[in-house]
């Protein structure tokens, strides 16, 4: 569902303007459009943790995965995950419309992405910017860390099964979350960490595309 929604957001209104070469969008739209895409992609990344630390507890601790995985702690990690994503949106969006824009309406990208934004403004963007660090920090790199953590006991946990047939087992079992956490990670990193030091918003515009089209 998520995956589906964040699609939604970007994929529909780009292909539109493909076909009328109509690429306008008003401020609500552009400000809607930043705040869900900033949403699911948060959903994605907590997601992307709990996901992991199911097939952490699946793999490491099988006896238990039962009464750990319970029913109440899934609805609590989808919960918890929803909530965060939502706030953190909202306040982006919020200090966002605080800000004026009197250089250009022209955003050198295919949606309406926050740093995208964030340039075009002639106001004061200092506060944007760290706060976009801090979440970043907070929310990005923590559950990244989780993730890999997961996966080292993980892999550890793989290599004392002895028979090669439960190896392969185990390992299909998360095959497909660590693609999609590669994926994810490696170009969602990429552009914000490629946007400070280059300036090619074509090659930011690709990278942006492989997670938030591509992945999903």
């Known amino acids: 569902f998520v995956d589906l929604s964040m699609v939604s957001t970007t994929v529909p209104k780009m292909l539109v ?27 994605d990344n ?40 939502l706030l953190v949106a909202l306040l982006h969006s919020l200090m966002v419309t605080r800000l004026s824009f009197c250089r250009g309406h022209k955003i050198q990208h295919f949606i309406c992405d926050l740093d995208q934004v964030l340039k075009l403004s002639c106001s004061d963007t200092l506060i944007n910017y760290v706060l976009i660090y801090i979440v970043a920090g907070l929310l990005g790199i923590l559950p990244l860390t989780g993730i890999l953590f997961s996966y080292s006991q993980i892999f550890s946990s793989i290599l004392k099964i002895p028979s090669t047939g439960g190896k392969y087992k185990a390992f299909s079992t998360c095959g497909s979350h660590l693609s999609v956490v590669s994926l994810f990670y490696s170009t969602g ?28």
Request: hydrophobic share 50%; aromatic share 14%.
């Open 17 to 43: 303007g493909i076909l009328t070469q109509n690429k306008a969008i008003s401020y609500a739209g552009c400000l809607a459009q930043m705040y869900f895409f900033t949403v699911f992609i948060g959903l």
């Open 46 to 85: 907590f997601l992307l943790t709990a996901m992991a630390y199911d097939r952490f507890v699946a793999i490491c601790h099988p006896l238990r995965y039962t009464s750990i995985m319970s029913p109440e702690l899934c609805c609590l990690l989808v919960l918890l995950s929803w909530i965060l994503s």
């Open 189 to 216: 990193l990429g552009v914000y960490l490629s946007s400070s030091v280059t300036h090619s918003s074509w090659k930011s515009a690709v990278a942006s595309a492989m997670y938030a089209v591509a992945t999903p």
